[in-house]
């Protein structure tokens, strides 16, 4: 049994046949651009600015794909040598750029749970950066980069094994936990560093299905009253791995997530709906309820 998963038999014979016709992550990888209208996420962030409870455009962001993924967990599946996953938690891996240092970063995991906020997951965000800005070694996935790179060839030998322990669902947990290629999203703010959005690959290495990139604002040309007119976006670079769940799935996913964007205060609250995989059995369920309330207890101490 995987660390970070389960396993699932109970899902669509088309997707599992799919999973071994397209068996490498970037065989079946899509792309889509969702361009965001900005007005309502400035408005909103200049309010809460005002309040003394600032936000940021990531913690936004992320929040609405939090909220998304509570709604649509088969977002939060995997595959791995063709076979489906659930994963049990909800990580995102992303780049801090080094404090004095534009053109070098660290990658590092940050951890999610359906009843976060917008402010949870705000302060989350600056925690987080400042851990791996600001103390770069103290970071888990460097250490294990550190010590693969201090003795010639260890680091073929090293990743060599890590990928066949991982195709045969043996990787240790403390490795899965370290490395930012096992995650539920990849996501960089391109738009940070002036550039504009990307479709990034999703690792073949790894468990990571989705992909999402912020890019430079542009304009939009929209229909509006029989006229056409121009708004302010902020293009989205989706990339998604198709074996995990349906077209249609997704689309309804990206639907609710571009409500939310529209209207961030709706993530002020704990989810209402939180739904589970289908696909789990009970006792996995069980399983992974007990995984959390643990997950959960040792974030307190």
Do not use: W
Not at 93 to 113: N, P, R
Not at 225 to 254: H, K, N, Q, T
Not at 261 to 279: C, G, I, M, R, Y
Request: aromatic residues 8%; proline residues 5%; contains cysteine.
């Amino acid at each position: 049994m995987r660390s970070d998963g389960f396993r699932l038999h109970n899902v669509d014979p088309m997707y599992t046949v799919a999973s071994y016709i397209m068996n490498h992550r970037y065989d079946s990888m899509n792309m889509i651009t969702l361009d965001i209208p900005i007005t309502p996420i400035r408005t909103y962030m200049n309010e809460k600015r005002k309040a003394g409870t600032p936000v940021s455009h990531l913690a936004i962001m992320l929040s609405a794909y939090l909220r998304v993924v509570s709604e649509f967990p088969e977002l939060n599946r995997f595959i791995v040598n063709s076979k489906p996953y659930a994963r049990n938690e909800i990580s995102v891996s992303m780049v801090v750029l080094k404090a004095g240092q534009m053109d070098h970063g660290t990658m590092s995991k940050i951890y999610l749970e359906t009843e976060d906020t917008i402010f949870d997951v705000n302060r989350k965000i600056v925690e987080f950066v400042d851990a791996n800005k600001n103390t770069p070694e103290n970071n888990g996935t460097e250490k294990m980069i550190r010590i693969l790179l201090s003795v010639p060839g260890l680091v073929r030998v090293g990743v060599g094994l890590f990928k066949f322990l991982e195709k045969h669902a043996l990787l240790p947990k403390v490795v899965a936990d370290l490395s930012p290629f096992h995650a539920s999203l990849l996501i960089s703010d391109l738009a940070s560093i002036r550039t504009n959005h990307i479709y990034h690959h999703v690792y073949e290495f790894g468990t990571t299905s989705l992909g999402l990139t912020m890019g430079n604002l542009r304009e939009v040309p929209i229909r509006k009253g029989g006229e056409v007119a121009f708004e302010r976006c902020m293009p989205l670079g989706l990339v998604m791995d198709e074996r995990i769940c349906s077209g249609s799935y997704f689309a309804l996913a990206f639907e609710k997530l571009q409500r939310y964007l529209k209207n961030p205060a709706l993530l002020e609250t704990p989810a209402e709906v939180v739904k589970v995989d289908e696909a789990l059995t009970p006792k996995q369920l069980e399983k992974m309820k007990k995984i959390k309330e643990k997950r959960l207890a040792k974030q307190k101490k």
